[in-house]
């Protein structure tokens, strides 16, 4: 038998499987090539001009010794330069493709993934991730900064192995976004209270979907994750702007996401995933719809495991099937060991 | 330079790149397998019992000699017994995975994808979807039926070569299509016209993006296509229900899904893609929230070609990336030659 699952934040359906699941999942493994890359130490000449970096004293801009260095895509989706030009063609809606699209090489090494880096390495990416979220808050132009990452060939990584980030800077707050904003200003406008506080509070009490947490941060596989081992980051603290994230809250967001790329890589044997930055919109005028953002929502992270093609069903319906019950999968991984 | 195009139908944005895009595709091609398929002619006994079929005289029930032959999944998503127990858990809202998931066997040869089956044969299919729709409809826990296919390994079907169809009666409208529903009716209450016949119009008078057409359907590359190459059939007739489909209708679509598989398996050499029929909810009540629907809503088919994995822009944003403009996969599909 199995469950329809509402997922609360989004109002997505989900049908969840119960019992054992399956124990064998067939992917790809995350598999490093060997040839020359841009993102490596001594390469910079390759890649366009850094916008951003931690570097070592005492080395220049575009040379080596760094930790994190973030430059734009040299085939980017979305370009810098020009004026949007909103228009009509006939029925439809349009703009010009201007916006940001930039690499964050989240270390100088070939052979490193993002769980493999040490804390104050990650808590560098992370670093990189706020200034340049605040960098792009001073352009006008832009309304949403999304940052993701796609690690592996089956989470659309087929041309990199080196361990990168994305940041795509757009000219129109996503739909995805708009939903959970919109959700989450229902919910407190019915409750006076946040819904991902709500939720945060219900996970930690219950605990049956707890992967793990730390003094600033939670993890647990949502009750209606679309995917097996899917796994949400709250924040402890109510926070609806990630660039407002402080030093202490930096290395435990480093340590919580460390700990969860391990256990996905020890209990999964390295599958694809995909990981996202959730974070407010820029708030670009008083009296905006927006206006209650800072206490409705709540900036979190999702880990998503690609095991599974999705297939018509998905795409037609938004609904999603998850073989692998929420509960059994934070039990795994909490434990840490095989599937 | 890209453009920022938005979805009439779903309010959906994708970048489309401009230019003339990518003429390379890296995607396994369809391959059969050569096992055991309880789908072909003579294995009937290893489905559960056919709940329709359209057979030859003088031929039995779960034996041979059929066109099309529909079966209860062995292993449902959902299943057909049962109450649904609508509850909370805590926050959370369930219920239980009531509903039918069937699958639909287009041919009884195991050699042969929809598109090289005959006009009269892919009719036998359409007929098989509108007998299981009318059928479902007196189910009152139902109320959206899905109907979809997965062609190949890279849009989800892994396990089944033989040519497939599924449908998944559901006891909620999924949101893709509530989502669908409300923007044809606020489309309908600002204009008194229906959002689909004005697009219907306006590709059949601009040209640019039709693929091809005959009496009863166009079928056309979407102003904001996801995918590249990705196509929607529309009916020239205005009807927001597919079961509603007469003879010659069916006759038409037929010959017109044919047309595009072929020429996606021509153009292309062989893709994997999803195609999904995207039909009104069941009305249940008067009153209901969707009363309107017949004036607003307008039936059609999607065909999504599966030539990349999806990546975390896409999934934490419901934004698109399409590297090939509809109007140059719409030339290059209604000439018909490779790309």
């Known amino acids: 038998m199995s469950q329809i699952r509402k997922d609360i934040f989004t109002d997505r359906w989900v049908i969840v499987e119960e019992g054992e699941g399956p124990t064998e999942f067939h992917f790809k493994k995350f598999a490093r090539d060997a040839g020359f890359c841009p993102f490596c130490e001594r390469n910079e000449a390759a890649t366009p001009p850094e916008v951003f970096a931690i570097r070592n ?96 060939e089956g989470a659309g990584a087929h ?25 989450a200003r229902d919910y407190f406008a019915l409750k006076e209270r946040c819904v991902y506080c709500d939720v945060l509070q219900q996970e930690l009490k219950g605990r049956k979907r707890l992967i793990t947490e730390n003094e600033d941060f939670v993890a647990f596989a949502p009750f209606a994750s679309r995917f097996p081992f899917e796994m949400t980051v709250l924040p402890k603290f109510h926070s609806s702007a990630f660039s407002r994230i402080g030093a202490t809250q930096i290395d435990n967001v480093s340590r919580i996401l460390r700990d969860l790329l391990q256990k996905l890589d020890q209990s999964l044997g390295g ?69």
């Open 57 to 152: 004293p005492g080395s220049s801009p575009n040379g080596p010794g760094w930790s994190v260095r973030v430059v734009p895509n040299s085939r980017p989706q979305l370009r810098i330069e020009g004026q949007l030009k909103r228009r009509a063609e006939a029925l439809h809606d349009l703009m010009n493709g201007v916006g940001a699209h930039e690499i964050i090489a989240e270390t100088s090494r070939h052979d490193r993934s993002l769980h493999e880096l040490e804390i104050e390495e990650i808590s560098n990416v992370i670093r990189a991730y706020r200034a340049r979220i605040l960098d792009l808050e001073g352009d006008q132009r832009v309304r949403y900064v999304l940052i993701f990452k796609n690690h592996g």
């Open 159 to 183: 041309t990199i192995s080196h361990s990168i980030s994305q940041l795509v800077a757009l000219p129109i707050t996503p739909r995805a976004v708009k939903t959970k904003l919109k959700i």
């Open 271 to 339: 599958p694809p995933y995909n990981l996202s930055l959730h974070d407010r919109p820029f708030l670009r005028r008083r009296g905006d719809y927006w206006n209650t953002i800072e206490e409705d929502f709540h900036w979190h992270i999702e880990i998503l495991p690609q095991m599974f093609r999705i297939t018509g069903f998905e795409w037609a319906s938004g609904f999603f099937y998850n073989p692998v019950p929420p509960e059994l999968a934070a039990r795994s991984l909490s434990r840490g060991g095989r599937v």
